[in-house]
């Protein structure tokens, strides 16, 4: 039988639209896969730096400079996949990716050095375990962009109103944090530390996630023609410096238990904030799995806390003895102060 213009046309169409299914579930395992390669990466990474810390308080001498070292390469190495991860899935994705992260360290810990895992974290780690499935399950997945909708302006308009808000806080905050009056307060240091470093790594992920809607310039004089698109990758190198220097800052000035939980908290909160109201990734789906892929990023966080909950007291005054002892049920909590903070990141 002869078929009309019709039949083919729909035909096509349908050809089409199975063609850009593809390409957008093919875009979120690729973005999965590399959330998920730097959940890895940075969890190998911490351990062996921990490893290598352990063998040397015991003497050991053989071998440990090379595990450290390996250990840092690979720590490293996780910010690779970490960047092109935001570029490719919506942002509550990698957030509850990078919850559940804390389970896995706590998972190699208890494996590979031998620090136990006491019920309140093994409680945590299943409800983590939890919550990012449902998320990952239910979750928004990358809308297709198409090539003439990609240009040198923001995909997000109101990214603009967010970006201002978010630096006049942020630069607030900073000079708070180097002002005398802070510096002579120890609960200061308490409260502005840890917002200034949360603030300024969810701010590096909105430019991190909206560069992945820009059109990416394929040579020299493109980048030229391209300003945008260098900013964005300027600004994500400045506050992810920025966010680095924080973190020492805070393991110089303040307990390693009280500033990780206020960090990582305060920094996933305003990463699920940002991926409901400012990229609106919940804008095409339904109620129900928009309501099971928010409570299950929630129930994420709420996991990942129970792992390591906050202390908030005596602020500002524990030794580092004090410290030792308080962090001798988890293993990224005993010592290792420098990479410690960094650890936490939801990056």
């Avoid at 390591?308 to 005596?314: D, T, V, Y």
């Avoid at 990479?339 to 990141?345: F, H, K, T, V, W």
């Amino acid at each position: 039988l002869a078929q009309g213009p019709h039949s083919n046309t729909t035909g096509a169409c349908h050809v089409s639209l199975v063609f850009n299914t593809m390409l957008v579930e093919g875009r979120f395992l690729v973005g999965l896969g590399l959330a998920l390669t730097n959940c890895v990466l940075a969890s190998v990474g911490f351990i062996m730096q921990r490893k290598a810390q352990l063998l040397s308080e015991a003497g050991e001498v053989k071998g440990v400079c090379s595990i450290r070292a390996l250990g840092v390469v690979l720590y490293i190495l996780a910010a690779l996949p970490d960047l092109l991860s935001y570029t490719l899935v919506p942002q509550v994705v990698c957030t509850t990716v990078a919850c559940f992260r804390l389970v896995l360290v706590t998972f190699l810990a208890h494996t590979f050095l031998q620090e136990l895992v006491s019920f309140r974290e093994a409680l945590g780690m299943l409800v983590c375990s939890v919550g990012t499935f449902i998320c990952l399950v239910y979750g928004p997945k990358p809308d297709e962009i198409q090539e003439d909708v990609m240009a040198e302006e923001l995909y997000h308009p109101q990214v603009w109103a967010y970006l201002a808000v978010g630096l006049g806080l942020l630069l607030m905050l900073l000079v708070l944090e180097h002002s005398d009056y802070v510096g002579r307060c120890n609960v200061g240091h308490c409260a502005t530390l840890p917002l200034a470093t949360g603030v300024a790594f969810a701010l590096e992920k909105v430019f991190n996630t909206e560069i992945g809607f820009l059109k990416t310039p394929e040579d020299m004089q493109g980048l030229l023609q391209a300003p945008m698109w260098v900013g964005m990758v300027i600004s994500i190198a400045i506050l992810g410096l920025l966010d680095f220097y924080l973190n020492l800052r805070a393991a110089a000035r303040m307990p390693v238990q009280v500033f990780l939980p206020m960090y990582f908290a305060l920094a996933t909160s305003l990463q699920f904030f940002q991926s409901v109201v400012v990229f609106s990734e919940f804008a095409q789906m339904n109620a129900l799995h928009s309501g099971l892929s928010l409570a299950g990023a929630f129930v994420s966080l709420a996991g990942a806390m129970l792992i390591n909950p906050p202390r908030l007291g005596p602020l500002g005054h524990e030794t580092l003895q004090d410290e030792l002892e308080l962090g001798e049920a988890s293993g990224w909590r005993k010592g290792g102060k420098l990479l410690a903070p960094e650890m936490m990141s939801p990056s």
